[in-house]
């Protein structure tokens, strides 16, 4: 099977096209730059494997949670190139992408994005049998300190939201952090690893039931709301 995947949810701006084996990827972080690089770097990895878009058996997409226009971006473009196609489309969390780019010896996994407004999207999840990753436990969206991880692991904890926020986040875990990584992105590739064997069993969605996950309603702070945050910082 031939499986594009677009994973544009947070700063890192990625492609992957699997091709049997064959695994064929752009990534690059580039802020506010996302719409420009999307179609050329599908192109490219399409030219790159000697396909043409017909050849194509489904699109994967980050569904988030990220930015909000990143998200956006990405599933418009993943539902516009299957409808055109007629393809099914295989949504993936992109907090699970991004668990995916831990140590394979990590069976632990916390995934954090900064998600601004002094709050942070996480994840957890278990390494399976086969290397990719499942949930161990709801995806969420609030402030670091109110960060509610189960189980007495040792967590690899992965992405920006550590950057931001690591000695909150380690002040909620039960042990000290086995493993972290902060300026991680999710990544195309783990996209498309984790929706091919989904596409296989027939999970793949009409490209209309593709939908986003934001995981909150709110973009920005109002006036009042970032005068709070700076009385209280």
């Not at 499942?134 to 991880?149: K, M, N, R």
């Not at 009409?206 to 970032?226: F, G, I, M, N």
Request: net charge negative; aromatic share 4%.
């Amino acid at each position: 099977m031939n499986l594009l995947a677009i994973e544009t949810a947070t700063e890192g701006c990625s492609v992957a096209l699997l091709a049997g084996d064959e695994l064929v990827v752009r990534s690059e972080v580039a802020p506010r730059r996302h719409a420009e690089l999307l179609l050329p770097m599908c192109d490219a990895v399409l030219a790159e494997a000697g396909l043409s878009r017909r050849s194509l058996d489904a699109i994967a997409v980050g569904r988030g949670p990220g930015a909000f226009t990143g998200v956006r971006l990405a599933i418009s473009a993943a539902q516009g190139i299957a409808l055109a196609l007629h393809l099914p489309v295989v949504p993936v969390s992109s907090l699970a992408a991004l668990a995916m780019d831990a140590p394979i010896e990590h069976g632990h996994i916390l995934a954090v994005i900064d998600a601004r407004m002094g709050e942070i999207y996480a994840g957890t999840f278990r390494r399976t049998a086969d290397g990719l990753v499942e949930a161990s436990g709801p995806e969420t969206v609030g402030p670091a300190s109110g960060l509610a991880v189960h189980g007495h692991h040792a967590w690899a904890v992965i992405g920006t939201g550590w950057d931001t926020y690591a000695e909150v986040i380690s002040g909620r875990l039960d042990t000290p952090p086995a493993w972290t990584a902060g300026q991680r992105f999710p990544q195309a590739a783990a996209v498309a690893r984790l929706a091919m064997p989904r596409l296989r069993d027939g999970e793949g969605l009409a490209p209309e039931l593709a939908l986003p996950v934001y995981l909150r309603d709110k973009v920005a702070l109002t006036s009042e709301e970032q005068r709070r945050a700076r009385a209280n910082a």
